[in-house]
């Protein structure tokens, strides 16, 4: 096999608990984003785009759709006939085998997938966050800091240190200190979830790490405090753009409506970074004489006769005459009877929303969520909202 | 259809697009916001189980072969077969050698091709169709070859016309732009034994006729079984400005438009990863067809927006078409225009044409 200076592995196992239906029958990275992608898509787009052509996929939770979406990693440059992308389940060895017990477990246990190309050096990414970043960019920052592991930082706001991982760094980029989800804080930096180790370095903290039994094999929670208390040269690579983790629903709601802000930093349309995806192949969307589309994003194969407010649709999505649909995301093929109103909602793929419905109401803080495949009818919608479900 | 290879013939297709082909052929003149008017009837063979394609392409082929590719958009990027461009083999070969000449220069593609029957197209056929129906049909009747034709009431084309009796067999086959006979416009597709289809074009050459659709077909009307096989969906012969005008807004029909991209199956193209289109607040759209990568911040009625358009603010555009990429500036009008990729309209311009002669901006153009 031929060397690669750098390959990426993506960990793409999670399974988004607090994205409640929606990661019910898939995996968080497989969940749709932005009118026509999905959350893995950035991430793997990033990796093309920063010249990374050699992507492991770490897959545990619900793989079927998230194997079937990546394929070969066609949509994304990624077929390969050295690198490309893989694939990396756990499975079986000569003596037993395991599930991954952690994010560091997950890249110890494909140690001979990452042998196999002897890299240098070794991209950790996760499959969950929303963002362009040029991984070179990064790369060359460690190499110049000649750091053994850099960690890719933002400023978050200081009333969410407590949702993330948080850094301290010198005046040099020197971590410090790594919380993981503090409570009280005196910085806000935040990692990004986007590592670059230097191979040698990592794969003897994961060798260490696996031989501990009382490891979470977690990067948060174990390697990185190893490698600060044995004095490793970490670093922090400050990031500025946008940049977003969509664990919840109203996170996952919030990085689409920011989406439809003029001026959003993430930028769909810029054509040296496309964000790439698997095409579904439809026609143009069809804008009705009747319909009425304001600050929205609407995608092919779309039919609209209603009233589309600050929202976004995806593929395939029908909205009949007299709905209206404010501040809300829906997903592929989902199908929106006449009358319909929706609001601050985030509908589920392939959903049907009978006629007359309601959904979500204008007062209300939060998101209401419906999931995959549903069939809604006015009836059944009003004794679930009863019910409080 | 895993014993049937199809052939889309490009050779001297009938070209009234004016300005469109100026630098194209009509298989890749663009059409519906997204595709080439090639997409519909090679995504229905594609669809239909067609795995072996045969191009025969004839002059300006550069754009062509860019959309085409390795066809892989089309799931033809095969081991075996898959898809065969197939340009001209004499260098600066012109008509009036006809089509004959241009696939018999290649009788190789075809002697090679281990399937059976042939299926025999042009590009410029906008339609959805399933091919097992024409095989089924072939078969049942013993044909020797069948055509397929699609009833219309209103000729806007250049296309030829059959007349057949009760039994559907094909009587008479009338050269294109002959006085109307009936209403059975043939389709120009041909499904017929690959033997039948060389023995056709050996005796033909031989009796120094050029062109297989027109002559060397119709010359053995009384000699062969040919049956004609209707076509029920939606249609459009697409090599007139006229027509291209006219179907294309017939697209702003919604139940037109379900059934042309939906059914049987879907229409393939190459793809460009744009981003969802965006609406911004005082855009207004309505009635129009608007493929992705769009930014719509003016008026757009009745119109068709290709890829990666721009709508500025104060702009409007009505009964227009404006092709991938093109930008109409602030406060400009475009009323009955169709605007080739890559045409910038600067602020303030007012262009206008007639629904009966809709204005034509050329590719890349500056106004």
Redesign the interface.
Known sequence: MMKKECIAMLLAGGEGKRLGKLTKKLAKPAVFF???YRIIDFALSNCTNSGIDTVGVLTQYRPQELNRYIGIG?PWDLDRKEGGVSILPPYIKRKGGDWYKGTADAIYQNIDYIEQYNPEYVLVLSGDHIYKMDYERMLHFHKEQKSDATIAVIGVEWKDVSRFGILSVDDNNKVTQFREKPLDSTSNLASMGVYIYTWKILKHYLENDAAQTISSHDFGKDIIPMMLEDGVKLTAYPFEGYWKDVGTIESLWEANMDLLD?DTSLK??DRKW????L?P????????????????????GC?VFGE?NHS??FYGVEVGMGSVINDSVIMPNAIIGENVTIHKAIVGEGTIIGDLSVVGSPDSDKVTLVGNYESLTSEFLSVKEQLGI | MKNVMGIINLVNEPDQLEQLTNHRNIASVPFAGRYRLIDFVLSSMVNSGITNVGIFTHTKYRSLMDHLGSGKEWDLDRKRSGLFILPPMKEGWISPMGDLHAIHAHRDYLHRSSEEYVLLSRSYMVCNIDFNGLQEFHNRNQADITVVYKEMSDLDSISMQIGMDENSRVRSIWEPNAVPHGNKVSMEMYFLKKSLLIDIIETSLAEGHYNLMKDAIRANISRLNIFGYAYQGYLGIINTINSYYKHSMNLLNPSVWKDLFFKPGLIYTKIKDEPSTRYINNGHTSNSLVANGCVIEGIVENSILFRGVRIRKGATVRNSIVMQNGVIHENSSIVSVIIDKDVIIKEARTLVGHEKAPYIVVKRKII
């Open positions: 932005g009118g026509k066609k003029d769909l349309d496309r964000i790439y995806s095409n192949n439809q026609p143009p969307q069809y804008i009705a004489a009747s319909a009425n589309v304001n600050n929205s994003l609407v995608n092919e039919i589309v976004i649709l």
